[in-house]
């Protein structure tokens, strides 16, 4: 069964304070990984799609990396608009998307 | 561009009263999702359209819950009997289509039911 597992469920971050949040997934036949990130009261907002192993995507302070295990949103010098969910999601051969329970990033300043 | 529309955004039902959900997806996107999302956890697929046909309704409560989209554009969900357990926010999305094309979601209904 495809499965997500994203940690920490929390992180509380000083504004300038790199950090990396953690996706672990199972499934079979990785068609793409999805970062999407939700602010309180809206829709997830999509951020990056990685296909495969070695891959990486930059976006403003956040980047992006996957393995065959494994994926890691990096965030450089935070800034209290980062503060959001991020939730990560994996597609594989069944074509369902799978997401995570996401992880609740808190930028202090 | 505007994006997926979704109204109403809030609503509060007795138990065994039914409730609809309406969503209008990006112009152009043939694919069309209906998620569950209760709190703290994240989007869980109910039922995928492609066009006006049903692709995905595997975790779909059939006895309960129904969707529809008519004329491949707008669609409806609705609960009805509801019980307390689907209180959550419903999510709609929409794809240009069922490939790897990224989900673009709306701001959803925030159902709760008394």
């Known amino acids: 069964e495809d499965q997500v597992t994203q940690s920490p469920e929390a992180l509380r971050l000083q504004e300038g304070e790199s950090s990396s949040l953690n996706c672990s997934y199972t499934?079979?036949?990785?068609?793409?990984l999805f970062w999407y990130r939700q602010d309180p009261g809206k829709g997830p907002e999509f951020l990056f799609t990685?296909?495969?192993a070695g891959e990486e995507k930059e976006k403003e302070r956040l980047k992006a990396t996957l393995t065959k295990k494994e994926s890691f949103l990096h965030i450089t010098a935070p800034k209290p608009e980062d503060s959001a969910t991020y939730l990560c999601?994996?597609?594989?051969?069944?074509?369902?998307?799978?997401f995570g329970q996401g992880t609740e990033l808190s930028v202090k300043p | 561009e505007a994006g997926v529309a979704q109204s109403p955004r809030y609503k509060i039902i007795e138990k065994r009263q039914s409730v609809a959900f309406w969503c209008n997806p990006i112009?152009?996107?043939?694919?069309l999702y209906w998620y569950q999302q209760i709190l703290g956890q994240g989007p869980k697929l109910l039922i995928q359209?492609?066009?006006?046909?049903?692709?995905?309704d595997s975790q779909l409560p059939k006895d309960r819950f129904s969707a529809e989209r008519l004329k491949g554009v707008d669609s409806t969900l609705k609960i009805q009997p509801a019980k307390l357990e689907d209180s959550a926010v419903y999510l709609c999305?929409?794809?240009?289509?069922?490939?790897?094309?990224?989900?673009?979601f709306g701001d959803g209904t925030r159902l709760s039911i008394l």
């Open positions: 359209f492609q066009n006006n046909g049903v692709v995905d």
């Open positions: 990685l296909y495969s």
């Open positions: 999305a929409s794809s240009l289509g069922q490939g790897l094309q990224p989900q673009h």
């Open positions: 499934v079979s036949g990785l068609r793409g």
């Open positions: 112009s152009g996107h043939a694919t």
């Open positions: 999601a994996v597609r594989g051969q069944g074509g369902k998307l799978i």
